[in-house]
T-cell receptor, first 115, second 112 residues
Framework: DVKVTQSSRYLVKRTGEKVFLECVQD?????MFWYRQDPGLGLRLIYF???????EKGDIPEGYSVSREKKERFSLILESASTNQTSMYLC??????????????FGDGTRLSIL | DQQVKQNSPSLSVQEGRISILNCDYT??????FLWYKKYPAEGPTFLIS?????DKNEDGRFTVFLNKSAKHLSLHIVPSQPGDSAVYFC???????????FGTGTRLTIIP
């Protein structure tokens, strides 16, 4: 079974702090993704990576950056946290192109509150 | 601009009956569609998918139907069970693109 592990289930930070969310997958998947889930908006893609040190912007990249130094690990960074970044953050991975029939597998999420 | 729409935020169905969840999309470039199921405090779990070259895909109690001309897909669950109570998201993508577009979700409640 694919295991996508997010380092924290709950996190509380202050406005202006630099925040790191970590994600690790154990299936040697090529692709990794970061989403945020908000009520009434579904899941929205922030960034994704299809290889080590490679990254692509998703639909809402503003205020975020990512890092992928190793294949199994994908980090989401909030450079200067703001209250509108309070959300549920979900990491996912896939072995190949999702559009080619390779579904994304999700972690259990990190609920981040910015005070 | 919501390219994938799930117009019913919630749905209640009696145990043993059929659950039908609907999803509409506006982007005709989408050619692969997925359904995910999400329990509270867990990540979404992949349920079933369908390519645009098909109009039906079945996996056990779950069947997805695709009507390309209407840009509409539906997920049928027969028979519905209490463990099916969850939020269901439909998602769409086009080949060669890694950007999944999700709907806003439908909360399904199965009444015992």
């Amino acid at each position: 079974d694919v295991k996508v592990t997010q380092s924290s289930r709950y996190l509380v930070k202050r406005t202006g702090e630099k925040v790191f969310l970590e994600c690790v997958q154990d299936m040697d998947h090529e692709n990794m993704f970061w989403y945020r889930q908000d009520p009434g908006l579904g899941l929205r893609l922030i960034y994704f990576s299809y290889d080590v040190k490679m990254k692509e912007k998703g639909d809402i990249p503003e205020g975020y950056s990512v890092s992928r130094e190793k294949k199994e690990r994908f980090s989401l960074i909030l450079e200067s946290a703001s209250t509108n970044q309070t959300s549920m953050y979900l990491c996912a991975s896939s072995p190949g192109p999702t559009g080619g029939g390779q579904p994304q597998h999700f972690g259990d999420g990190t609920r981040l509150s910015i005070l | 601009d919501q390219q994938v729409k799930q117009n019913s935020p919630s749905l209640s169905v009696q145990e043993g009956r059929i659950s039908i969840l609907n999803c509409d999309y506006t982007n005709s470039m989408f050619d692969y569609f997925l359904w995910y199921k999400k329990y509270p405090a867990e990540g979404p779990t992949f349920l079933i998918s369908i390519s645009s070259i098909k109009d039906k895909n079945e996996d056990g109690r779950f069947t997805v139907f695709l009507n390309k001309s209407a840009k509409h897909l539906s997920l049928h669950i027969v028979p519905s069970q209490p463990g099916d109570s969850a939020v269901y998201f439909c998602a769409a993508i086009n080949f060669g693109n890694e950007k999944l577009t999700f709907g806003t979700g439908t909360r399904l409640t199965i009444i015992p």
